[in-house]
Nanobody
Framework: QLQASGGGLVQAGGSLRLSCAASADILNRNDMGWYHQAPGKQREFVATISPNYVTIYSDAAKGRFTISRDSAKNLIYLQMNDLKREDTGVYYC???????WGQGTLVTVSS
């Protein structure tokens, strides 16, 4: 019910935009978040956006990442700029109220 995409291989300092597709019902009734799981580590919070566009970021994401939503397209985005090697990992989108996880999309940042 959540479909994440947009991952890939990028050099350090580069940018990627991740997308998460969901139904309008899910987007309208949930805070939507992005989480990051680095290799061998636990999944960690990155950012979240509420149905009324209130955003919250982790300290690591502040100033580099931007979460947004396109209600017309039923999409959540994570724009990631100035990527660092430690941003490597699988990124998951999450619907907070419904406790739904997407399948994840892999981001690899090379030096």
């Amino acid at each position: 019910q959540l479909q994440a995409s947009g991952g890939g291989l990028v050099q350090a300092g580069g940018s990627l935009r991740l997308s998460c597709a969901a139904s309008a019902d899910i987007l309208n009734r949930n805070d939507m978040g992005w989480y990051h799981q680095a290799p061998g580590k636990q999944r960690e919070f990155v950012a979240t956006i509420s149905p009324n566009y209130v955003t919250i970021y982790s300290d690591a994401a502040k100033g580099r990442f931007t979460i947004s939503r396109d209600s017309a397209k039923n999409l959540i985005y994570l724009q990631m700029n100035d990527l660092k090697r430690e941003d490597t990992g699988v990124y998951y989108c999450y619907a907070l109220h419904f406790r739904l996880w997407g399948q994840g999309t892999l981001v690899t940042v090379s030096s």
